[in-house]
T-cell receptor, first 116, second 111 residues
Framework: EAQVTQNPRYLITVTGKKLTVTCSQNMNHEYMSWYRQDPGLGLRQIYYSMNVEVTDKGDVPEGYKVSRKEKRNFPLILESPSPNQTSLYFC???????????????FGPGTRLTVT | TQLLEQSPQFLSIQEGENLTVYCNSSSVFSSLQWYRQEPGEGPVLLVTVVTGGEVKKLKRLTFQFGDARKDSSLHITAAQPGDTGLYLCAGDAGSARQLTFGSGTQLTVLP
């Protein structure tokens, strides 16, 4: 089954304690992204990756890091989490663009993070 | 950053009613996607519109892309409780950054 998986699904942590949210896709997609979803703000892109070893900032990258060492995995790293990073996080993958439009994004089930 | 505004933010209607959700921007998009998100899940693509003025139908859902490719609408005919969810529009500027999402419309259809 084609899917994007994220772990953990729920995480409660304390300020300053480093954490990693894993993301994996089995569709051989080149493009992967991380979004955060907050009430009234929709989905905001944190980082994206166009291929292995190629990553770039989205709209809200401050306080986050990513890596893309393998095509299937795109972990999100919070080196020193703060309460304003409490949010619902989604990983997504797609096969990229046609040159005219962006192909469908497949989303993971989300990770609800609470930083106290 | 290109912005997409969705309206209304919340919509609660009775089963059988019709409704329209709007997605507006001052920017031109090369395409626009509509997603639906249910509680505890990630968004799922409903449709992609590419050409200005394009209309696409998905059963009781009708999607339209504005002539100038700055806005879009989603019309649901005879809404059913199964239509309940968060509807998100996403504009594609044609860059490698992919999509810019609207803030969403939370639709509740009451039986």
């Amino acid at each position: 089954e084609a899917q994007v998986t994220q772990n953990p699904r729920y995480l409660i942590t304390v300020t300053g304690k480093k954490l990693t949210v894993t993301c994996s896709q089995n569709m051989n997609h080149e493009y992967m992204s991380w979004y955060r979803q907050d009430p009234g703000l929709g989905l905001r892109q944190i980082y994206y990756s166009m291929n292995v070893e190629v990553t770039d900032k989205g709209d809200v990258p401050e306080g986050y890091k990513v890596s893309r060492k393998e095509k299937r995995n795109f972990p999100l790293i919070l080196e020193s989490p703060s309460p304003n990073q409490t949010s619902l996080y989604f990983c997504a993958s797609s096969s990229g663009t046609s040159g005219t439009y962006t192909y469908e994004q497949y989303f993971g089930p989300g990770t609800r993070l609470t930083v106290t | 950053t290109q912005l997409l505004e969705q309206s209304p933010q919340f919509l609660s209607i009775q089963e059988g009613e019709n409704l329209t959700v709007y997605c507006n921007s001052s920017s031109v998009f090369s395409s626009l996607q509509w997603y639906r998100q249910e509680p505890g899940e990630g968004p799922v693509l409903l449709v992609t519109v590419v050409t200005g003025g394009e209309v696409k139908k998905l059963k009781r859902l009708t999607f339209q892309f504005g002539d100038a490719r700055k806005d879009s609408s989603l019309h649901i005919t005879a809404a059913q409780p199964g239509d309940t969810g968060l509807y998100l529009c996403a504009g594609d500027a044609g860059s490698a950054r992919q999509l810019t999402f609207g803030s969403g419309t939370q639709l509740t259809v009451l039986p």
